[in-house]
């Protein structure tokens, strides 16, 4: 628990306080550099070189961390700037987000009663997954009451003053 609460309190803080953030972006490069460093000494740890779970629990939660920071870091340093592109991710996030799991869960269900190795069915579940998750979240996000059960805002309304206004008017063409 207290591990999660260290990134939950974290993001409030960033949230909260725009120098975290900033310190952040500045420090986005050590930490990539401690949490790689980290995950080759986890990778030490699962061929065999150390096998100190005090060494194991150190090193995930300091790599979990630096890694946090580094993907933010960069993230926040070379995001794009608004645009339509970034509206549809921004809104697609949550829903992709509640979707995921259910579909996982059901499609994972089935694929692992099948008589094939780990590799395969990783692969089947992660294609599979995927193309599941985005078909729901296209025919999801053109319905209302799936809009709202997924968090995401109403669509637009046209009124019917509005769609005559838009059509051309026959004098208009002549």
Known sequence: VSFFAVFLLSGIAMARFPAFENAVV????????????????LLAVVLGAASSPLLVLTGAAVAGWCCVVALLGFAHAHSPRGGP???ALAESALPVYLLHQPVIVLLGFGIVQLPLGIPSKFSLL?????????????????FTIPRFLLGMRSLPHLSVSSVHERRPTLAAEV
Request: glycine share 12%; net charge positive.
């Open 85 to 87: 592109l970034l509206d």
């Open 26 to 41: 500045v420090e986005r490069r050590r930490a990539l550099m401690v949490g790689g460093g980290c995950l080759a000494l």
């Open 126 to 142: 992660l294609a599979g997954s995927s193309a599941i998750t985005l078909a729901l979240y296209l025919v999801a996000r053109r």
